[in-house]
């Protein structure tokens, strides 16, 4: 397993969990984190294609370039390398825990549950909504980016 390293996994990986991945990053720099970060989704109907527009554009306010990101499926072998892996809604959860592998390590979580202020709520899925839903994942990411990083240091 890579030590203090972080999965992120929604269902497309177009939208939500790159800019999980693309806040943890940026948080864990500002403070000095050492940490391997990546995304993945659920299914793999948009593998290989790029970041969804609107999530480009809520990534670019926040100084962030997310045009090189490509999606991907989650692997089995994401269960061993990663040391956490968080779902960014329930179902994602839900589908991870049915595709885990009997040897998985990982620890496997929702991402708001890092937040105390919102255990058990989900990073809303903003793919069929407008772009205030892609800023409203942001600000969810991005809070839970600040607790991770203060956890994994504490
Ligand atoms: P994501 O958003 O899981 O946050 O990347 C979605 C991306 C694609 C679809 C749904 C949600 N889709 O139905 O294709």
């Known amino acids: 397993m890579i030590q203090r390293s972080v999965l992120f996994v929604c269902l497309g990986n177009i939208c939500r969990s790159p800019l999980a991945e693309a806040a943890l ?7 000095g984190l050492a940490l391997t970060i990546d995304s993945a989704g659920t299914s793999g109907v948009h593998a290989g294609e790029g970041a969804d527009p609107r999530a480009i554009a809520e990534a670019k306010r926040h100084g ?7 999606a991907r499926a989650v692997s089995h072998d994401d269960f061993v390398h990663f040391g956490h ?3 960014l809604d329930h179902k994602n959860l839900r589908d991870l ?23 058990g709520q ?10 205030d839903g892609f800023a ?17 240091m504490g």
């Open 136 to 152: 409203r994942a942001w600000d969810d990411v991005a809070i839970a980016a600040r607790h991770i990083v203060h956890r994994l």
């Open 25 to 31: 990053r940026a948080e864990a720099v500002a403070q």
């Open 97 to 119: 825990r049915a595709m885990a592998p009997g040897r998985s390590s990982a620890k496997l979580g929702l991402l708001l549950d890092t937040v105390p202020l919102r255990i």
């Open 85 to 87: 892996i968080y779902a």
């Open 122 to 131: 989900a990073v809303i899925d903003p793919y069929y909504g407008d772009a």
């Open 64 to 70: 962030i370039d997310l045009t090189t990101h490509r």
